[in-house]
C-alpha cells in the first residue's frame, strides 16, 4: 500500500527516493565553491575536480585549504585555486569577489556550500547574528557582486546549499537580533536557510533571460563538521548520536555534481531539490511578501 504524504512532509519520502547522478564532465569549467575544507564541500571538490573542473576555492583557513587544494592537484592533476575569505566578515567576501572579477575570464559555476549551525546566539564584529550573516548574507553578497562576470559567462549555474532545516523556523524579519523571539541554534539556521531560500528566487527572476540559473539543494544528512563550533556537550552529542544516523557525504557530491552540470538540469531556475528531487519548500518560504521584505534587508545589510 502506497501513502500520499502531504507536502510538508514529502521531504521523508524524498530523501529516501533513489537519487539521479550525472557523468558531465567539467572539463575547462571554472568552478568557485565555498567551505573546501570538510563535509559536503571536501567531497564536493574532490568529486568536481575527478571530473575535470579548475576549482576555485574560498576558505577561512589558509593552512586547511592549502592542505586540499595540494590533495586536489596530486591526485586528480587539475587546476585549483585558493582563495581565503571569512563568511562574517563583509570585507573578505568583497576582495575574493574582486579578485575573481579581476582574475578569471568566465565562472561556470557557482557553489555556495560554507555554513554554520550555532547553537547559542552569536553576533559577528558589526552585530549581526552570526548564523544570518555567514549562512545567508554573505552567500547573498557574493552572489550579487559576481553577478555581471555569471551573466558574461552564461550558461552558468549558480547552487546555494540550503538545507531541509528550512522548514523548522520562519524568519522573523523585524527581529533578526532574536530580542523578541527566542533563539535556539534550530530557529536560527531555519531562519537563515529560509532566507537564502527566498531570495534565491528573486535572484533567479532577476537573472531570467540571461542564462543564468540559479537553485538551491538541501545534500542529505550527512557526517561532517558541523556544530563543531558548539559546546563540548553538543558536539559529543553530535560525534556519538546523530552521526550513528548520518550519510556518507558523497551522496551530497553526487547530487551537486548532478545539479550544476547535467543537461537534465539546464535551464531550471528558482527550485529547491532534496538531494536532486525538486521539492516544494515549506510555504514561509515561498511567501512573496517576506520574499520582498528580506531582499530588501538583505541588500541594506549588505550595503548594496
Ligand atoms: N551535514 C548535513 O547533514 C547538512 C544538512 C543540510 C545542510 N547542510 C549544509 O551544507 C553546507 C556544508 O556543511 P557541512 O555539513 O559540510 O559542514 P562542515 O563540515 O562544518 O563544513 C562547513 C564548511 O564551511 C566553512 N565555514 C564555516 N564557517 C565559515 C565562515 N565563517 N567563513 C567561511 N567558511 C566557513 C567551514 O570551514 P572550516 O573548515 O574552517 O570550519 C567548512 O569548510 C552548509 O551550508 C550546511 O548548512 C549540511
Not at 514529502?10 to 570538510?38: A, D, M, R, Y
Not at 548564523?131 to 555569471?150: M, T
Request: aromatic residues 8%; glycine residues 6%; charged residues 20%.
Amino acid at each position: 500500500m502506497s501513502i500520499t504524504l502531504p507536502d510538508e512532509l514529502k521531504f521523508i519520502q524524498n530523501g529516501l527516493s533513489p537519487q539521479k547522478e550525472s557523468k558531465t564532465s567539467l572539463h575547462n569549467k571554472v568552478c568557485v565553491i565555498t567551505g573546501t575544507t570538510s563535509g559536503i564541500g571536501y567531497v564536493t571538490s574532490h568529486r568536481l575536480a575527478l571530473y575535470g573542473a579548475h576549482l576555485v576555492m574560498i576558505v577561512r583557513n589558509r593552512e586547511k585549504g592549502e592542505k586540499v587544494r595540494n590533495e586536489i592537484i596530486e591526485k586528480y592533476h587539475t587546476k585549483c585555486d585558493l582563495l581565503i575569505a571569512d563568511f562574517s566578515r563583509f570585507e573578505d567576501v568583497h576582495s575574493v569577489a574582486k579578485e575573481i572579477n579581476s582574475t578569471y575570464k568566465k565562472i561556470d559555476i557557482l557553489i555556495l556550500n560554507a555554513g554554520t549551525f550555532l547553537q547559542r546566539k552569536t553576533f559577528t564584529n558589526i552585530g549581526i547574528e552570526a548564523s544570518f550573516h555567514i549562512n545567508h548574507l554573505s552567500p547573498f553578497l557574493l552572489i550579487s557582486l559576481l553577478r555581471e562576470k555569471l551573466i558574461a559567462s552564461s550558461p552558468s549555474r549558480v547552487l546555494t546549499i540550503n538545507s531541509e532545516g528550512h522548514r523548522f523556523s520562519t524568519l522573523h524579519i523585524d527581529d533578526l537580533g532574536w530580542k523578541k523571539h527566542l533563539y535556539t541554534g534550530l530557529k536560527g539556521y531555519g531562519a537563515a536557510k529560509t532566507a537564502q531560500l527566498l531570495t534565491m528566487q528573486k535572484f533567479a527572476i532577476g537573472f531570467e533571460g540571461t542564462g543564468v540559473t540559479i537553485n538551491s539543494m538541501h545534500p542529505g544528512e550527512v557526517k561532517s563538521n558541523i556544530g563543531n563550533e558548539n559546546s563540548l556537550l553538543y558536539r559529543l552529542y553530535s560525534k556519538y548520536l546523530l552521526s550513528l544516523f548520518l550519510k556518507n557525504p558523497e551522496i551530497s557530491a553526487k547530487a551537486i555534481h548532478y545539479l550544476v552540470a547535467d543537461e537534465e538540469v539546464s535551464g531550471v531556475s528558482g527550485k529547491f531539490f532534496n538531494l536532486t528531487i525538486e521539492e516544494k519548500p515549506a510555504k514561509h518560504a515561498t511567501d512573496p511578501i517576506l520574499m520582498e521584505k528580506v531582499w530588501n534587508k538583505s541588500i541594506e545589510l549588505t550595503h548594496l
